[in-house]
């Protein structure tokens, strides 16, 4: 342990030879007693000093370093090495002929020692550094330009205060580290980054292999002290070739993100500062698949959105995969489009580039089912990890704005990765870029909140933020226009599917009247009902992200109605052939396309400029959340609902008695078995927590169970109840 510690220390510049007991193995120990008790009493003080030493000067547990050293700690303070050895200046001595890369100014591969590291490092590594886990991060640079770039986003990420911001500077360049700190106008006192100076000695000097290993030797020095979470650096096109090397192969080592900050977008990915460790640390984590379902006659929509896609900003991010769901019949102009489509669209060279472009045409001529048109678009996609795999809905209406991946990768760092989660993150079924403007059944008109209506007090002061500026918001009904849906809620749904359409095909249901408008398709349906039993909502931004184009929108197929037929027999003469199939009740009139307001997307401008509240994410439970019929709610009113349809729900349909309609479940993770009683499945019930919702729950199914197959009502006097609650 010790000799570890010292030998990494002489690497820093330091010396121990003074501590080590001198040995004259030629004298016998044996034959001269005084001599050799004399000895042993040196090196009994030798081992003291050596302890001493260790103790004043090598960072351990003993508590804060700056009471132990008497040393002020705080950002931006570097302590000069006096006292140690000093840096050699001037040149190194220059290589007999015959060198390489002699005659040229990086001819020094001598040995590697860093003079300015020490102090910086050990000042930090009792205290921010000592646990693996902790809230470092790390810009590392080496070019000057780069270093311009990316000082004033981690003085940024030091202003937020979610982590301990620290740059280190490991190129070959010799300016002094305050002459750089002057050179971009950043003063110690504005800026709480802790800087670190980790370049070798003679580093101008360096060859090119010297530096690079010299940038290896210096980020295990950094790993050791600090741990950092995340490293962000410039861009690899601009930052110097062996320095990036050097990092990538470091990172990978040590497991850490090495994140890239593409090449002059300083300003565009300034949201990244607001995001912490724990956030930063899983950048590359999630994955994002675009799935559109194209109906037919929507060719022209679909080009549309293609091409807002190929348009959009996918510099420092994973690009996502796409698949596209054609129907029977393919316009001419569209399959033209798709064979000339390049996807991903990157400036990319290579004739080795891989297409992540998956086309799914349809054979049936037929009109589907809405249980068909379900099961089809469901099972287009499917999470490889449920954690981090999650798919982008999008529909022809939709055309994206440029900076669609750019928050979708922000939000979801953000509320499924921060190492402060709430557990109201697991609440969230997805991300919407859209706001409604109709209600769920399609009529009326939806009023998304402000600022003043958000719940938390944080938000009042109208000093600081606009009231009537637009808000962000938490909706409990699904939507299929642009929307990203979390890989572990996808896969539950998928379950839930399973189950329910097992359910409905087990024997005569009662047919729920269906709550979400005709013109949306099948599918959210039967999302909306395991939303509504486990409480999930979507996150809506304030201001949309993609436009919806009203000119090019019709119904779904499957409930597009037969022209031919009599308005009367309309429910059932096209339907009869899969009448098993419509789990829900439709209208007896078509539906009727409502105009989404085209809302004007903003100018171009950087991300956090276009979010509220100055690119800060707010958290999930200061946010408004509505009811899928648009009521307000609380979280306690959120929770009683939810408890108050799972009977109802188990009743209706997943064929529970009533009995066991009302008794709590044991929940499984993905699974959503507890909502069925299926011949064959074990009822898995919850006794701990059985007695308290028991009550509530048999009150509930009396009270519905007079309007069977209406849990629209339910639901609806249910929130008025809530609303009364929340007020006494
Ligand atoms: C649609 O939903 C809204 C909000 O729940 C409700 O006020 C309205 O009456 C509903 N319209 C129809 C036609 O059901």
């Given at each position: 342990m010790h000799s570890r510690v010292l030998s990494k220390d002489e690497e820093l510049g330091k010396r121990d030879d003074d501590f080590k007991p001198k040995r004259s193995p030629t004298v016998s120990t044996l034959t001269q007693p005084w001599r050799w008790r004399k000895r042993r009493m040196f090196t009994v003080i030798a081992v003291m000093l050596l302890v001493y030493v260790f103790v004043h000067n090598i960072p351990t547990d003993l508590g804060p370093i700056d009471q132990r050293v008497g040393m002020p700690l705080r950002p931006g303070h570097v302590v000069d090495a006096t006292g140690g050895p000093q840096e050699p200046s001037g040149a190194p001595p220059i290589p007999s002929v015959g060198r390489e890369e002699a005659g040229t100014q990086h001819y020094y591969d001598g040995p590697i020692k860093f003079y300015k590291l020490a102090t910086s490092l050990h000042g930090i590594a009792n205290t921010l550094g000592a646990r693996p886990q902790n809230r470092n991060i790390l810009f590392a640079v080496s070019s000057l330009q780069s270093a311009a770039g990316l000082m004033p986003m981690a003085c940024e990420m030091a202003k937020w205060d979610r982590n301990y911001v620290h740059m280190a500077f490991l190129g070959r360049d010799p300016l002094p580290l305050d002459d750089i700190l002057e050179v971009n106008g950043v003063s110690r006192g504005d800026c709480t980054v802790y800087f670190h100076d980790a370049r070798a000695d003679y580093s101008e000097y360096s060859t090119e292999q010297r530096a690079e290993v010299s940038i290896a030797g210096a980020m295990k020095h950094i790993n050791d002290f600090m741990h950092p979470q995340a490293i962000i650096m410039d861009d690899s096109k601009v930052e110097d070739t062996f320095f990036t090397r050097a990092m990538r192969n470091k990172a990978r080592e040590y497991g850490r993100s090495l994140i890239e900050v593409p090449a002059g977008q300083y300003e565009g990915f300034l949201w990244m500062t607001r995001l912490d460790s724990g956030s930063l640390s899983n950048w590359f984590k999630p994955n994002i698949d675009i799935l559109i379902h194209a109906p037919p006659d929507s060719s022209g929509g679909l080009i549309r959105l293609v091409k807002s896609l190929e348009s959009a900003d996918y510099a420092g991010l994973k690009i996502p995969k796409l698949t596209i769901e054609l129907p029977t019949d393919v316009e001419h102009f569209a399959q033209e489009y798709l064979r000339d489509l390049d996807w991903?669209?990157?400036?990319?060279?290579?004739?080795?580039k891989q297409s992540a472009l998956t086309l799914r045409h349809r054979i049936p001529t037929s009109r589907l089912s809405s249980e068909q048109a379900s099961v089809r678009l469901l099972e287009s996609f499917y999470p490889r990890v449920t954690e981090h795999n999650h798919v982008l809905v999008l529909s022809p209406q939709a055309e994206l704005s440029p900076l669609y991946l750019q928050y979708l990768h922000y939000v979801i760092l953000e509320y499924k990765y921060s190492s402060y989660g709430s557990p109201s993150s697991d609440d969230l079924l997805g991300i919407s870029l859209d706001v409604p403007s109709a209600f769920l059944n399609g009529s009326g008109d939806f009023l998304p909140p402000v600022t003043a209506d958000m719940p938390a007090e944080k938000y009042k002061d109208i000093a600081i933020y606009n009231q009537n500026a637009a808000a962000p918001f938490l909706y409990q009904a699904p939507s299929a226009t642009a929307s990203l849906i979390f890989g572990e809620k996808w896969a539950t749904l998928h379950d839930f599917l399973s189950h329910r359409l097992a359910a409905s095909h087990a024997g005569k249901t009662e047919k729920t009247k269906k709550l979400v408008s005709e013109t949306e398709p099948a599918w959210l349906e039967y999302l909306l009902e395991l939303m509504r039993a486990r409480g999930w909502s979507m996150l809506h931004p304030a201001a949309p992200l993609v436009t919806i184009h009203n000119e090019l929108s019709h119904i779904p197929e499957e409930y597009v109605r037969e022209k031919s037929t009599n308005r009367k027999d309309v429910e059932t003469v096209p339907e009869l052939e899969h009448l098993e199939e419509e789990a829900f009740l439709t209208a007896s009139a078509p539906p009727a396309v409502v105009e989404h307001a085209e809302r004007q997307q903003q100018t171009p401008q950087p991300l956090h400029e276009m979010l509220p509240f100055d690119g800060d994410l707010p958290e999930l439970p200061h946010l408004p959340v509505f009811y899928h019929n648009g009521d307000v709610l609380t979280a306690p009113a959120a929770t009683m609902l939810m408890n108050e349809y799972l009977p109802v729900f188990r009743q209706q349909v997943g064929r529970c008695d009533r009995p066991q309609a009302s008794r709590k479940r044991v929940v499984h993770e993905l699974a959503t078995d507890d909502l069925f009683c299926l011949p064959g499945v074990e009822l898995e019930f919850d006794s701990e927590s059985d007695e308290s919702g028991e009550e509530t729950a048999r009150a509930v199914i009396e009270k519905t169970s007079d309007a069977a197959g209406h849990v629209a009502e339910g639901g609806g006097s249910v929130v008025a109840q809530a609303k009364v609650d929340d007020e006494g």
């Open positions: 991903p669209p990157i400036a990319d060279p290579s004739p080795v």
